[in-house]
């Protein structure tokens, strides 16, 4: 199947700074890509919707001042923690759509750490 | 209604059994269904999915049964595996590949 690399795989930062998760498709282009997050033994909750060359669209409840997102081309999405604090720590998981059908790549996650 | 109800949350087969989860889903817009597994500390990987147009769908192992009438789905697991020890998600989605509703997950354990 297609891959999804997200970087880094785990970070840790200390609260108060800004901290920025690249989540890359290798081997397809990715007008759409989705970023989750995921607390232990639950459910991925989708934080954005993010597409190229466009504004993300928040889920609501999402401070996006706080989690910033950028599609700035058709292989690459990113989201910047701003401000983290500890509650901030999360497992984050981004996600590709495969070209203009269905199917839904995720990557591996990023394990953030805020102390 | 967004929600995907998922059940079992956890679950334990025997090797060589089958494994059966369960979705239900209230959303008659939904028209892609697919899993996901996913281990600790990884990201979830697609098994296989479904479109409403087909009562079955089959790859290797992994069967998803599929009840448009009662929107429903499932996942068979067939001759579970030791390997197969992972947490399932079902998911929804509408029209092209639009963002993923996901169940609450299921944890399987394949016991020897």
């Not at chain 1, 007008?31 to 889920?59: C, V």
Request: proline share 4%.
């Amino acid at each position: 199947g297609a891959v999804v690399s997200q970087h880094p795989s785990r970070v840790i930062c200390k609260s108060g700074t800004s901290v920025k998760i690249e989540c890359r498709s290798l081997d397809f282009q990715a007008t759409t890509m989705f970023w989750y997050r995921q607390f232990p033994k639950q459910s991925l909750m989708l934080m954005a919707t993010s597409n190229e060359g466009s504004k993300a669209t928040y889920e609501q409840g999402v401070e996006k001042d706080k989690f910033l997102i950028n599609h700035a081309s058709l292989t690459l999405s990113t989201l910047t923690v701003t401000s983290a604090h500890p509650e901030d720590s999360s497992f984050y998981i981004c996600s590709a759509r495969q070209g203009a059908g269905n199917t839904i790549y995720f990557g591996e996650g990023s394990w953030l750490t805020v102390v | 209604q967004q929600q995907v109800k998922q059940s079992p949350q956890s679950l334990i087969v025997q090797k060589g059994g089958i494994s059966i989860i369960n979705c239900a889903y209230e959303n008659t817009a939904f028209d892609y269904f697919p899993w996901y597994q996913q281990f600790p500390g990884k990201g979830p990987a697609l098994l296989i999915a479904i479109r409403p147009d087909v009562s079955e769908k089959k790859e290797g192992r992994f069967t998803i049964s599929f009840n448009k009438s009662a929107k429903q789905f499932s996942l068979h697991i067939m001759d579970s595996q030791p390997g197969d020890s992972a947490t399932y998600f079902c998911a929804a989605s509408t029209g092209g590949g639009n963002k993923l509703t996901f169940g609450t997950g299921t944890q399987l354990k394949v016991e020897l």
